[in-house]
């Protein structure tokens, strides 16, 4: 009896233990749907946090590459000043097989804005150095173009001057009396008037112009030509010409203290009537047509290849 009793006891056991997994068993598939649950919102944080690695540790080294493509961009004001360096150097090459800056073509008010521009460096220079304003604005007017010529323009050189042995400082390859001269470079017009003063007052092949008389320009002119500051033998009519036509001479007055008095512009500049002196509105045309001769043959006489004339320029008409 006793034996059954246990025996009872041990199946109750059983029975009680089995009960209790059982009830046990109920959390653990709760447990389950939350892991699942749990495993959804891990889904969806690991598929955020990809997102947030990416944006920490992948999208850096995406923006380091547009850092790189833009570095051409901010250079690009580098590559600008290549094209500018570029098209200058072009320019440059183009004013080497241009005629003489004399050929160049300019207005009466280019050449007035350039006298009123230039007329007190002249007048300086004139008591400084003792050379004619007059023939300081003339030089610059004629060897310049006003300021239009290629070698004004690219150098700031307004009187022509060629580099020569004495001169270290920056220059430009043009076709002057030979191909591919050496002209000189300046920073500024301004110092292009000093040198120019510099020049002459240091050479002894010019010494003999300071000995001419301040306001005698006619004899400053021929004195340079002679001196071999210019090659074209019309170079003192050419001078002369714009001197007179612009009355250049009444700053050499204004330096001097005398009384200026003003010279008549003529047409013809000269005794000699072959010549003629190109004026305002002038053209190869208007001139064949005033003294009757065909634009082929001014051309020839005048050894002119081109259209363009200047003001101030003499031509031969017969």
Request: hydrophobic share 35%; charged share 15%.
């Given at each position: 009896m006793t034996r059954i009793m246990m025996f009872k006891k041990r199946i109750l056991l059983v029975i009680a233990?089995?009960?209790?997994?059982?009830?046990?068993?109920?959390?653990?598939v709760r447990t389950v749907r939350t892991t699942n649950k749990t495993i959804a919102r891990t889904k969806q944080t690991l598929h955020k946090k990809p997102n947030t690695t990416i944006v920490k540790s992948v999208k850096k080294p995406i923006n380091s590459k547009p850092d790189?493509?833009?570095k051409p961009i901010a250079q690009s004001p580098v590559n600008n000043s290549k094209t500018e360096t570029n098209?200058?150097?072009?320019?440059n090459s183009e004013t080497q097989i241009l005629e003489a800056t004399t050929r160049v073509k300019v207005t009466t008010a280019m050449v007035l804005e350039y006298i009123s521009k230039y007329k007190d460096i002249a007048k300086n220079n004139m008591a400084k150095y003792g050379i004619p304003s007059s023939i300081i604005l003339g030089q610059g007017i004629l060897e310049s173009g006003a300021g239009t010529g290629p070698l004004s323009v690219q150098a700031n050189n307004h009187f022509g001057i060629k580099c020569h042995k004495d001169w270290s400082g920056p220059s430009v390859k043009y076709d002057d009396d030979s191909a591919q001269e050496c002209f000189r470079k300046y920073n500024l017009p301004n110092e292009s008037y000093t040198d120019h003063a510099i020049f002459l007052t240091g050479r002894a092949w010019y010494q003999p112009l300071f000995k001419l008389k301040k306001d005698d320009y006619k004899e400053w002119a021929k004195g340079l030509k002679a001196a071999g500051y210019a090659s074209d033998p019309k170079y003192p009519d050419k001078l002369i010409g714009i001197i007179e036509r612009y009355q250049l001479n009444q700053y050499d007055s204004e330096v001097l203290g005398t009384e200026y008095v003003p010279v008549n512009s003529k047409e013809q500049v000269s005794a000699n009537s072959n010549l003629y002196q190109v004026s305002q509105g002038d053209t190869l045309y208007s001139i064949s047509k005033k003294f009757n001769i065909s634009i082929?043959?001014?051309k020839r006489k005048n050894d002119i290849s081109e259209n363009a004339i200047s003001i101030g320029q003499n031509l031969i008409i017969k």
């Open positions: 233990i089995s009960l209790v997994g059982c009830s046990t068993s109920q959390p653990v790189i493509i833009s098209s200058k150097t072009d320019i082929e043959d001014l």
